[in-house]
């Protein structure tokens, strides 16, 4: 019963440290408008009611890709301050393509790094989730990555991407409970199974 309780404390510790400590997202899961985030040229975002987890009182923000140009990606970001170069964060959000639509494509998570605050100086490079290439129609998808920051980082840039095959016509998706933090205990589950863990006799 001892073991079983410092393994608690210990857990609940961790648990407590390992989001304490991410950035910050504005307006991560839209509970009520899309205020925050900012659409990259050929794109637009509102509010819908749409919930990832099917909560009444919540939405999602509704991202189209209007781009001319074929093979295009384009979307809406965000930035966020505070950046450790070096360390590793988790990028995730819930996605989901609604069906009916006459043009075809997918999302992803794009991050860009920078060495000035605010998004600021020069662009240090860039990281990505690898999105659903296929996506079934009106189902909700989590997607999420590791990714590094730069030595230099002090900023990075967030954006949710819509990428659409056709250089005609217009793709809308839906991204809801969006997150952006820095991991401090690996593995936190972060990774998607239990493989950093063994159980303890009480």
Same mark, same amino acid.
């Given at each position: 019963?001892?073991? $079983?309780? @410092?393994?608690?404390?210990?857990?609940?510790?961790?648990?407590?440290?390992? $989001?304490?400590?991410?950035? &910050? &997202?504005? #307006?991560?899961? $839209?509970?009520?408008?899309?205020?925050?985030?900012?659409?990259?040229?050929?794109?637009?975002?509102?509010?819908?009611?749409?919930?990832?987890?099917?909560?009444?009182? +919540?939405? +999602? =923000?509704?991202?189209? #890709?209007?781009?001319?140009?074929?093979?295009?990606?384009?979307?809406?970001?965000? !930035?966020?301050?505070?950046? /450790? =170069? %070096?360390?590793?964060?988790?990028?995730?959000? #819930?996605? %989901?393509?609604?069906?009916?639509?006459?043009?075809?494509?997918?999302?992803?998570?794009?991050?860009?790094?920078?060495?000035?605050?605010? !998004? /600021?100086?020069?662009?240090?490079?860039?990281?990505?989730?690898?999105?659903?290439? #296929?996506?079934?129609?009106? @189902?909700?998808?989590?997607?999420?990555?590791? &990714?590094?920051?730069?030595?230099?980082?002090?900023?990075?840039?967030?954006?949710?991407?819509?990428?659409?095959?056709?250089?005609?016509?217009?793709?809308?998706?839906?991204?809801?409970?969006?997150?952006?933090?820095?991991?401090?205990?690996?593995?936190?589950?972060?990774? =998607?199974?239990?493989?950093?863990?063994?159980? @303890?006799?009480?």
């Amino acid at each position: 019963m001892w073991v $079983f309780r @410092v393994s608690a404390m210990f857990l609940t510790a961790v648990f407590v440290t390992h $989001f304490a400590s991410g950035q &910050v &997202v504005s #307006n991560p899961e $839209f509970d009520v408008d899309v205020t925050g985030w900012n659409p990259f040229p050929q794109a637009s975002i509102v509010w819908s009611p749409l919930d990832a987890l099917g909560s009444p009182s +919540s939405g +999602s =923000g509704l991202v189209t #890709n209007m781009s001319t140009t074929a093979m295009d990606a384009t979307g809406v970001r965000q !930035c966020l301050d505070g950046i /450790s =170069g %070096l360390a590793e964060y988790l990028i995730s959000a #819930n996605a %989901l393509v609604p069906g009916g639509q006459s043009e075809t494509g997918y999302t992803y998570l794009l991050v860009q790094w920078y060495d000035g605050i605010s !998004c /600021s100086g020069t662009q240090l490079g860039f990281g990505f989730s690898p999105g659903v290439s #296929n996506p079934t129609a009106d @189902v909700w998808y989590r997607d999420w990555e590791t &990714v590094e920051a730069p030595a230099a980082a002090q900023s990075a840039r967030l954006a949710l991407m819509v990428y659409k095959h056709q250089d005609t016509g217009m793709l809308d998706a839906h991204f809801d409970n969006v997150e952006f933090t820095e991991i401090i205990f690996v593995d936190g589950f972060e990774l =998607g199974d239990t493989l950093a863990w063994s159980s @303890v006799s009480p």
